[in-house]
């Protein structure tokens, strides 16, 4: 798997599973219906942040990520970034290795730590990567998300220093 800049040709390959994961409703507080251009207009950030995308062996995107100053002015030392897999790739190491890219570019970008602010209680499998990674729960905000199976869950605020 290589992770490489995202280039505005890779939207048509990102918008599928993009579009899954959002009307899914279950990871990120988008709109469920979000339209193409939103979508990309949110997701395919610009310098000096940063989108990219891992590729498998096959040419094929399997997952995608963007970075960003998590707040601008007397925040902006500390970084933030999301992350979209496939579902039809998970379990293959794509996020694991999406979450060490951002943390290698947000050191080499010179932030001191980087914060998630909206990471969905129940997504456990997120919270066990970042966990795995050296962040922490900082904080948990109750019932900011409502889960279309569980209701309104917490959303936890994950941090660790670079």
Known sequence: MIIREA???DWPAIWPFFQTIVAAGETFPY??????ELGREWWMKTAPDRTVVAV??????TG?????SNRPGNGSHVASASYMVDPAHHGRGTGRALVEYSL??????????MQFNAVVANNHHAVKLYRSLGFEIVGTVPEAFHHPVDGY????VMHRPL
């Open 7 to 9: 280039t505005p040709e």
């Open 31 to 36: 709109p469920l219906d979000m339209a193409p």
């Open 56 to 61: 498998d062996d096959d040419g094929r995107i």
């Open 64 to 68: 995608t990520a963007t970075m960003n």
């Open 104 to 113: 290698d570019w947000a050191r080499r970008a010179g932030f001191r730590a």
């Open 153 to 156: 869950v917490g959303l936890h």
